[in-house]
């Protein structure tokens, strides 16, 4: 694969060669979000490849490894965790009576006269082959131990004359696992000491050493996450860079994104061009707005107008930029906590406006409103919300009433408590002034994360106050999520760009890398 960061013959010989030097230099700027890779050759259109079926599975292993890596990097809380199916679950169902008739089939043969042991070895080297796999390169001498303990010719000869001793042969191994389980499994293998019943030890002998394995495998993801945050960036490029190869649209939905971006961009410089929006939000200067030519945006306006974007993206309206659908998942949940996050503010503003600042400032008061309001949105689409400030108009009500009550104030006048619901449930309106002041707000503030030297910012615009904590948290999650994929994406948005922006003209000063 051609490394974005090595020079490569350009496919069109009237396209500008790259200039690592200015590339150099560009990476020392404020916002140099991008390493100071040249950008990659883009496959020009062609008609679908069709893959053949090994093709297609070497693609998806590929995929499925780049978006394993991914996840370890991106997500510090990422493991591999038991999977619990619902009791009454089909799958549930299902697992159950096949172990059950497995299990049931092994206790017939082990009380046949004489026992027949074929499943019973079987099952012993699968544990021996499971307990030699959790074992550290440093464990030569143990390895000997268990090759030697369970040495699966002598245990198939014994088995054959019927002296085959399983519950000395279960009793090393609980001894083996319990030096080599988890701390956290320690309680679960000092159980099966107990268990008398050979099959029922076996079936729960099988049941810990998955566990094990997965303690293992989250072991070496926790030692394995610092070496690949350390080269995650260019092996992703290599892998998408290979992705490419194979199916040269895979840029289409990101092309059509950054369109988008670059024409709304190109509509907010002509009706200011000092001051660009991002969705009516003044962006900061920082981010870019439009290049020396004051008709022209620039790729790094355009790029954050996209990113921006993706905080109103309509699911099933338009396709995901095929750059971030290792992301979807992460900045939808981030959508979904921005947009709850607004009406959680918009609800506290307009109470604050209707009550008064006595009320608002006594103690606990705003907290409770914001605890039954967060409660009240927990877990809706935005499709949802309106329904929800039905539910919420009455409850802030109700506590409004209980904390005048409480402080010898009196009770609301039935216009007041009229107001102070209809004000709340208007907010389902999409043009309702409050919400799309605070709207506005929180993605002027957002906005800021999107160049690294800002994302550590704590100055919140005014009425977000009561959302501080939550509003930071979001902000550093999608400071990272933007900052990584800026980071490996970067040349490929910059060679769309200039296709977009500067359509057959020369490449200008300063645009060589964000």
Known sequence: MPNPGEETPPSDPESVPCRPGKARQAQGSRDGDVPSL???????????????????????????????????????????QEVNFSPNSLESRVKETLHKAFWDSLKEQLSASPPDYTHVIQLLQEIKETILSLLLPRHSRLRGQIEEALD????????????????????????????????????????LR???????LLREIFRVLDL???DMVNFTIQNLRPHLQEHSVQYEQKKFQELLAKLPNSLDHTTEWLHKAAAEVSASSLSSPSHPE???????????????SSSTPSPMSVLNQGYMNLLRWEPGLEKYPET???????????????????????????????CGSTLFSSPGFVDRLKRVTKALLEGLPHTRFREALLDISNHVHQEVSESLLQLGYPAFTSDKSASLKGQIRSIAEDDNAVRRVIEQRIHSFLSLHLSPSAQNSRSLPKG??????ELLEVGHRWGSVIHHNRQVYGPYYLAILKKIVLP??????????F
């Open 38 to 80: 040249c950008p990659p050759q883009l496959p020009t259109s062609s008609p679908p490849r069709v893959l053949s079926m090994a093709e297609l599975l070497e693609t998806a292993q590929e995929v499925s490894k780049m978006t394993i890596t991914h996840e370890i990097v991106v997500n510090r809380d990422f493991k591999l």
């Open 152 to 191: 699966m010719e002598l245990i198939t000869q014994e088995a054959e004359h019927g002296a085959l001793d399983i519950p000395n042969l279960t009793k090393y191994i609980l001894g083996t696992m319990a030096m080599l389980c988890a701390p956290i499994r320690d309680e679960e293998v000092q159980r």
């Open 194 to 200: 107990g268990v008398t019943d050979p099959v029922q």
């Open 212 to 214: 094990m394995k997965m």
């Open 278 to 292: 991002v969705h009516g939000v003044p962006a900061p200067l920082s981010l870019g707005a439009v290049s020396r």
């Open 324 to 354: 971030l659908l290792m992301d979807q998942a992460r900045l939808q949940e981030i959508q979904l906590q921005v947009n709850q996050l607004t009406i959680i503010a918009a609800v506290l503003l307009v109470s604050s406006s209707v």
């Open 464 to 469: 977000l106050d009561p959302i501080q904590e």
């Open 504 to 513: 057959g003209a020369e490449t200008e000063a300063g645009i060589d890398s």
